[in-house]
């Protein structure tokens, strides 16, 4: 039954990260939550995820034009930059505070698509 779960949530969350939307995200809370798996282990699985599944809605969105190039050379040249240290610095953090962190951005960014995301 468990696999079953496994899959089942491994299909929703790549049904969602392929709209571009967080499926990964949405993935750290079934593994946290469901699974019993740590906020730092599930952060790991989670971006072994991100790399299969990213690549694959990528060609998806290359083909339909709707990357914008010159934002992504910037914002991955600053993301790469950073994320080594973020990394490093979220391994010593306490799981409880990483976690307390992590559901209060989650509950930020829900507030603000409630109330001030407009449509283009």
């Not at 079934?30 to 060609?59: C, D, K």
């Not at 050379?73 to 953090?93: N, Y």
């Amino acid at each position: 039954m468990q696999f079953f779960l496994d899959v089942l949530a491994g299909a929703v969350t790549g049904i969602i990260t392929g709209f571009g939307i967080g499926g990964g995200t949405l993935l750290i809370l079934y593994l946290t939550s469901f699974r019993g798996v740590s906020q730092l282990e599930a952060q790991g699985i989670n971006l072994l995820y991100f790399m299969p599944t990213a690549a694959s809605a990528l060609v998806s969105h290359i083909k339909n034009r709707r990357v914008v190039w010159r934002a992504v050379i910037f914002a991955a040249c600053a993301g790469s930059a950073t994320t080594a240290i973020a990394a490093f610095f979220a391994a010593g953090l306490n799981t409880e505070l990483l976690r307390r962190l992590f559901g209060g951005f989650l509950l930020a960014v829900g507030i603000s698509e409630l109330f001030w995301k407009k449509d283009n």
